[in-house]
C-alpha cells in the first residue's frame, strides 16, 4: 500500500517514544529503508537505540534524526491525546509533530521517491538516527559519530531535520549553533529563626545582589555568526523542608549561558568566578559543558537548500544560528558542511504540538529536490 508522508507521520506520532526510549519507531523505518536496498547497522547502547544506513557509493548526504519525544507534561491542557495523532483543519496534532517525526517522515518519503525514480543516482544517501537527543544524548549520535569518525567514513553534506523554520515553512536555516553551559550553584548560609536575624545568615539576602550582578552582565564581546552572551538563571530554591519563620541554610541556584565564538567556556567561567569574588558568601559551584559553538561555512549544501526552499514555497531562507543545541554540533569538523532544516518550530515542546499537513508534503518536496540537485543532472 503507496504511504504518504502524511501517514508516516502518524504512524510514527501514535508511538509513545519518550526520550530514550524508541518502542518500535527506529523498526518501522529500518523495514523501509532495507525495501530501498539500504544497508543497515543497528548500533543500540544501553536504552538508546540508534541506527547507521546507507545506499550508494561516493559523494554523501546523512540525514540525521531523532525517533524521541519530550513528554507530554499535563495531558488536561492538551485537546487531543498526545500520543494518538489528530486531524482537524488541515493541521494533524501529537507529540513529535514537528519534533521530529514529521521531518522524518518526510525525509524518508523523498528518500523513497528518489529512488524510485532516480535509482541510478550518483552518490551515496545515508541516515543516522538516534532514540536520544532530547535526553543525556551520551549514548546516541554522539557516540555514534565517535565510531563512524574512527571508521574513517566519509561525509559530505550533513542535513539534520530539526524544525528550523519560525513563522513559514522554509523562512530559516540553521548553519550553526551557540555553545551552552551551565552552572549549579549553592549559596551557604546559617539556618535559624526568622525573628532573630541576628542570629542567622539569611542566603537568599546574601544572593540578591549577586544574581542581579550576574543576570544583568553584559559580556560585550563582538561576533559576526553569533547572537551576543546571554545568562538566564533557571532555578532558585531553598529546598522542601523548611517553613515560613525559618531561614534555610543553603540556596541552590541553577543557571545556563548561550555563546558563540568570541568567548571561550573557561573564559565564561573566569568572568563568572571574578563576580563571585565581589561577594562574602560561602559558595560551592560545578559547570557543565554542553555545547562549544559551531559554524559551518554555507557552501553547496546550503546553496542547494536554498534553491530547492525558494522552488517549493516561494522564500529565501536567513542562515542563522540562534536557538538551543542540536545533534548537529557532533558532525562538525568532520562532515564538510552542516546545515539544519525543518518544519516550524513554534508549538515545540508545548501542549497541543501541531503541523500544517501541508508543510509535511511541501517539506518532502524540498529534502526530494535536494537529492535531485546534489545527484542527478
Given at each position: 500500500?503507496?504511504?504518504?508522508?502524511?501517514?508516516?507521520?502518524?504512524?510514527?506520532?501514535?508511538?509513545?517514544?519518550?526520550?530514550?526510549?524508541?518502542?518500535?519507531?527506529?523498526?518501522?523505518?529500518?523495514?523501509?529503508?532495507?525495501?530501498?536496498?539500504?544497508?543497515?547497522?543497528?548500533?543500540?547502547f544501553?536504552?538508546?537505540?540508534?541506527?547507521?544506513a546507507?545506499?550508494?557509493?561516493?559523494?554523501?548526504?546523512?540525514?540525521?534524526?531523532?525517533?524521541?519525544?519530550?513528554?507530554?507534561?499535563?495531558?488536561?491542557?492538551?485537546?487531543?491525546?498526545?500520543?494518538?495523532?489528530?486531524?482537524?483543519?488541515?493541521?494533524?496534532?501529537?507529540?513529535?509533530?514537528?519534533?521530529?517525526?514529521?521531518?522524518?517522515?518526510?525525509?524518508?518519503?523523498?528518500?523513497e521517491?528518489?529512488?524510485?525514480?532516480k535509482?541510478?543516482?550518483k552518490g551515496?544517501?545515508?541516515?543516522?538516527?538516534?532514540?536520544?537527543?532530547?535526553?543525556?544524548?551520551?549514548?546516541?549520535?554522539?557516540?555514534?559519530?565517535?565510531?563512524?569518525?574512527?571508521?574513517?567514513?566519509?561525509?559530505?553534506?550533513?542535513?539534520?531535520?530539526e524544525?528550523?523554520?519560525?513563522?513559514?515553512?522554509?523562512?530559516?536555516?540553521?548553519?550553526?549553533?551557540?555553545?551552552?553551559?551551565?552552572?549549579?550553584?549553592?549559596?551557604?548560609?546559617?539556618?535559624?529563626?526568622v525573628?532573630?536575624?541576628?542570629?542567622?545568615?539569611?542566603?537568599?539576602?546574601?544572593?540578591?545582589?549577586?544574581?542581579?550582578?550576574?543576570?544583568?552582565?553584559?559580556?560585550?564581546?563582538?561576533d559576526?555568526?553569533?547572537?551576543?552572551?546571554?545568562?538566564?538563571?533557571?532555578?532558585?530554591?531553598?529546598?522542601?523542608?523548611?517553613?515560613?519563620?525559618?531561614?534555610?541554610?543553603?540556596?541552590?541556584?541553577?543557571?545556563?549561558?548561550?555563546?558563540?565564538?568570541?568567548?571561550?567556556?573557561?573564559?565564561?567561567?573566569?568572568?563568572?568566578?571574578?563576580?563571585?569574588?565581589k561577594?562574602?558568601?560561602?559558595?560551592?559551584?560545578?559547570?557543565?559543558?554542553?555545547?562549544?559553538?559551531?559554524?559551518?561555512?554555507?557552501?553547496?549544501?546550503?546553496?542547494?537548500l536554498?534553491?530547492?526552499?525558494?522552488?517549493?514555497?516561494?522564500?529565501?531562507?536567513?542562515?542563522?544560528?540562534?536557538?538551543?543545541?542540536?545533534?548537529?554540533?557532533?558532525?562538525?569538523?568532520?562532515?564538510?558542511?552542516?546545515?539544519?532544516?525543518?518544519?516550524?518550530?513554534?508549538t515545540?515542546?508545548?501542549?497541543?504540538?501541531?503541523?500544517?499537513?501541508?508543510?509535511?508534503?511541501?517539506?518532502?518536496?524540498?529534502?526530494?529536490?535536494?537529492?535531485?540537485?546534489?545527484?542527478?543532472?
Open positions: 500500500m503507496y504511504t504518504t508522508v502524511l501517514n508516516l507521520t502518524q504512524e510514527l506520532i501514535n508511538i509513545p517514544s519518550i526520550s530514550p526510549s524508541d518502542l518500535g519507531c527506529q523498526e518501522i523505518l529500518i523495514n523501509r529503508l532495507k525495501s530501498n536496498g539500504f544497508f543497515i547497522e543497528r548500533m543500540n544501553k536504552d538508546t537505540k540508534n541506527f547507521w546507507w545506499r550508494g557509493v561516493g559523494r554523501t548526504i546523512t540525514f540525521v534524526g531523532h525517533t524521541d519525544v519530550v513528554p507530554a507534561g499535563n495531558k488536561n491542557n492538551w485537546n487531543t491525546p498526545p500520543f494518538t495523532s489528530t486531524i482537524s483543519n488541515g493541521m494533524l496534532f501529537g507529540r513529535g509533530a514537528v519534533d521530529m517525526k514529521g521531518s522524518i517522515a518526510a525525509m524518508f518519503i523523498a528518500v521517491n528518489f529512488i524510485k525514480q535509482p541510478n543516482y551515496r544517501i545515508s541516515f543516522l538516527i538516534t532514540s536520544d537527543e532530547e535526553s543525556s544524548g551520551k549514548n546516541g549520535t554522539k557516540k555514534i559519530v565517535s565510531i563512524l569518525k574512527k571508521r574513517k567514513e566519509n561525509i559530505d553534506y550533513c542535513l539534520v531535520g524544525p528550523t523554520s519560525e513563522k513559514k515553512l522554509g523562512d530559516c536555516i540553521k548553519v550553526g549553533r551557540r555553545g551552552s553551559i551551565s552552572a549549579d550553584l549553592t549559596i551557604y548560609g546559617k539556618q535559624g529563626h525573628a532573630y536575624p541576628n542570629k542567622v545568615i539569611n542566603p537568599i539576602h546574601s544572593a540578591l545582589p549577586f544574581l542581579l550582578d550576574l543576570s544583568s552582565f553584559s559580556f560585550g564581546y563582538e559576526d555568526f553569533f547572537d551576543p552572551v546571554t545568562i538566564q538563571i533557571s532555578k532558585i530554591c531553598s529546598g522542601a523542608n523548611y517553613t515560613s519563620n525559618m531561614v534555610p541554610g543553603e540556596l541552590q541556584v541553577s543557571f545556563n549561558i548561550r555563546f558563540g565564538s568570541s568567548v571561550t567556556d573557561k573564559e565564561i567561567i573566569d568572568i563568572v568566578q571574578k563576580i563571585l569574588f561577594y562574602s558568601f560561602k559558595y560551592l559551584i560545578s559547570w557543565k559543558l554542553h555545547a562549544k559553538p559551531f559554524f559551518s561555512i554555507p557552501r553547496k549544501l546550503c546553496s542547494v536554498t534553491q530547492s526552499i525558494y522552488k517549493n514555497v516561494n522564500i529565501r531562507p536567513t542562515q542563522k544560528t540562534n536557538g538551543g543545541t542540536s545533534d548537529g554540533r557532533f558532525f562538525f569538523n568532520w562532515a564538510k558542511e552542516i546545515a539544519e532544516f525543518g518544519l516550524l518550530n513554534l515545540i515542546h508545548q501542549e497541543n504540538e501541531c503541523v500544517n499537513i501541508l508543510d509535511l508534503f511541501r517539506l518532502q518536496k524540498i529534502y526530494y529536490d535536494i537529492l535531485n540537485k546534489l545527484f542527478y543532472k
